[in-house]
């Protein structure tokens, strides 16, 4: 059973920073493509972020380009998310998704919810 698990979520103000975390313990972490997804309120799922097995490449959606930063650290099976200069529009739950055998997104978190107001 894959397991994984979201931190660093809260309130924030509007130009504000925080930085998610994504647990995967006993997991190949190393061998899976690791993504943020969010889910703002009463809106469908958006994919944010997306980072190759080895950390060395990155990918992000234009409303969050050069706000926000994937890494992973695969010695700690761990997976982040730096979001700087953060919106009202940024407000969502946000999810850790991995690759699995079957799909580029077979597991996810639970979720961590940010919350940007003044």
């Known amino acids: 059973q894959v397991q994984l698990v979201e931190s660093g979520g809260g309130l924030v103000q509007p130009g504000g920073s925080l930085r998610l975390s994504c647990a995967a313990p006993?997991?190949?972490?190393?061998?899976?493509?690791m993504y943020w997804v969010r889910q703002a309120p009463g809106k469908g799922l958006e994919w944010v972020s997306g980072?190759?097995?080895?950390?060395?490449?990155?990918y992000y959606a234009d409303s969050v380009k050069g706000r926000f930063s994937i890494s992973r650290d695969n010695a700690k099976n761990t997976l982040y998310l730096q979001m700087n200069s953060l919106k009202s529009e940024d407000t969502a739950l946000y999810y850790c998704?991995?690759?699995?055998?079957?799909?580029?997104?077979?597991?996810w978190g639970q979720g961590t919810q940010v919350t940007v107001s003044s």
């Open positions: 980072i190759n097995r080895g950390g060395g490449s990155t």
């Open positions: 998704a991995s690759e699995g055998p079957n799909s580029w997104y077979d597991y």
């Open positions: 006993g997991f190949t972490f190393s061998r899976s493509w």
